[in-house]
């Protein structure tokens, strides 16, 4: 079983950067590909980030790239989400979400654990 719990979100002004961070427990996060998803109030959740359990793969949603960057940090067991010049689309709560590294994840439900998320909120 794998505990996942984000942190790092806030209420920032536009052009602002915040690091959201996805710590776990239970397992090694390393054997596990994360991404990281936002949900909007009214709309659906939706995909910003992903990286590959070895961290040599990255992909992001067009809107995010060259602003945000997600990366790996084994030695606190945890993958975070820089994102700079953030912006007032941006505000959502930031989830990520883990799913075995043997495994694809097309799905929600493919994904083996999630966290309770973090509210990233950006002021224009």
């Known amino acids: 079983q794998v505990h996942l719990v984000e942190s790092g979100g806030g209420l920032v002004q536009a052009g602002a950067s915040l690091r959201l961070s996805c710590e776990a427990s239970?397992?090694?996060?390393?054997?596990?590909?994360v991404d990281w998803f936002r949900q909007a109030p009214g709309k659906e959740r939706e995909f910003v980030a992903a990286?590959?359990?070895?961290?040599?793969?990255?992909y992001y949603k067009d809107s995010v790239k060259g602003r945000f960057t997600i990366s790996r940090d084994n030695a606190k067991n945890a993958v975070t989400l820089q994102m700079d010049r953030l912006k007032p689309e941006d505000t959502a709560v930031y989830y990520c979400?883990?799913?075995?590294?043997?495994?694809?994840?097309?799905?929600?439900?493919?994904?083996?654990?999630w966290g309770q998320g973090t509210q990233v909120t950006v002021s224009s």
């Open positions: 979400a883990a799913y075995e590294q043997s495994k694809v994840a097309i799905n929600e439900e493919d994904y083996d654990y």
């Open positions: 239970g397992r090694t996060l390393a054997d596990f590909n």
């Open positions: 990286i590959s359990s070895g961290g040599l793969s990255t």
